[in-house]
């Protein structure tokens, strides 16, 4: 498999083994990694870089101090996807594109309603008959990007 022209955006994460988690999703399927600022531990935390593995080497990632500097960097013909429980349209009915943004938020509280309001939610579908309220981020991202990979692929 070539590398897959994804961009996955991490808007304020803050558990390292889930940002190293997706890090390493990253290398292996050769999607860019966005990390918005603040994080929630310093970039050079032992549990991300754990998490990571020795795959740094083969991960474009880059930094931005807040989301509208990403915005405003990351512009080009693409589409913006929200990762949300509150989306309304499940990841199934998407027809993901080369080039397209996926976005993931913090793992305690989600994006926020400004960003949500700005793009096309999209939720993951679970159960509704318990109380669970949501995936792990790394689960979650790992979900939304090898169904993407698989329509890139097979398109």
Not at 80 to 104: E, I, M, P
Not at 112 to 131: C, F, H, K, T, W
Request: charged letters at 20%.
């Amino acid at each position: 498999m070539d590398a897959i022209d994804l961009h996955i955006v991490l808007y304020q994460p803050e558990i390292p083994p889930n940002t190293g988690n997706i890090a390493r999703l990253c290398a292996c399927t050769g999607c860019v990694l966005h990390m918005v600022h603040p994080l929630g531990f310093d970039i050079s935390d032992r549990q991300l870089r754990r998490a990571g593995l020795d795959y740094w080497g083969h991960l474009d990632i880059r930094h931005y101090p807040d989301w509208q500097t990403l915005r405003a960097t990351l512009q080009g013909n693409r589409r913006w996807y929200a990762f949300s429980t509150k989306g309304t349209r499940h990841l199934w009915d998407v027809q993901f594109a080369a080039g397209d943004a996926l976005v993931f938020g913090p793992e305690s509280r989600g994006l926020p309603a400004s960003i949500l309001a700005d793009l096309e939610p999209v939720r993951i579908p679970m159960r509704s008959d318990a109380e669970v309220r949501s995936l792990n981020l790394s689960s979650a991202c790992a979900i939304a990007v090898y169904e993407a990979v698989r329509q890139l692929v097979t398109a």
